[in-house]
Nanobody, 122 residues
Framework: QVQLAESGGGSVQPGGSLRLSCVAS????????MRWYRQAHGKERELVAV???????NYADSVKGRFTISGDAAKKTVYLQMNNLKPEDTAVYYC????????????????WGHGTLVTVSS
């Protein structure tokens, strides 16, 4: 069974930085994409950033220029460097990795982490 473990969340003042990490354990292959989502209290979960197997990245408009996603498919690890944090960045951050698993045949596999809380407050 594949599991994701996130770390790096915490409390920081506006303008501060945090680096989130997410590592997969278990057998997941051919990782095609690694994503970070977030969900603020009372709001829907939103996509923050994605990196695909080619190395291409994409970001939500609200974090462009402040957040950087990077991933290492071989190590099954994805990071999110968050700079110049704002109070509106306060949320639970979830990582998501999509790839394949083999169970009598290859099939698509998408795995979610349990989330790590980021609080930005003075």
């Amino acid at each position: 069974q594949v599991q994701l473990a996130e770390s790096g969340g915490g409390s920081v003042q506006p303008g501060g930085s945090l680096r989130l990490s997410c590592v997969a354990s278990g057998s997941i292959y051919n990782i095609g994409s690694m994503r970070w989502y977030r969900q603020a209290h009372g709001k829907e979960r939103e996509l923050v950033a994605v990196v695909v197997s080619t190395g291409a990245t994409n970001y939500a408009d609200s974090v462009k220029g402040r957040f950087t996603i990077s991933g290492d498919a071989a190590k099954k690890t994805v990071y999110l460097q968050m700079n110049n944090l704002k109070p509106e960045d306060t949320a639970v951050y979830y990582c998501n990795i999509a790839g394949s698993e083999f169970d009598h045949a290859w099939r698509f596999l998408e795995v979610w982490g349990h989330g790590t809380l980021v609080t930005v407050s003075s």
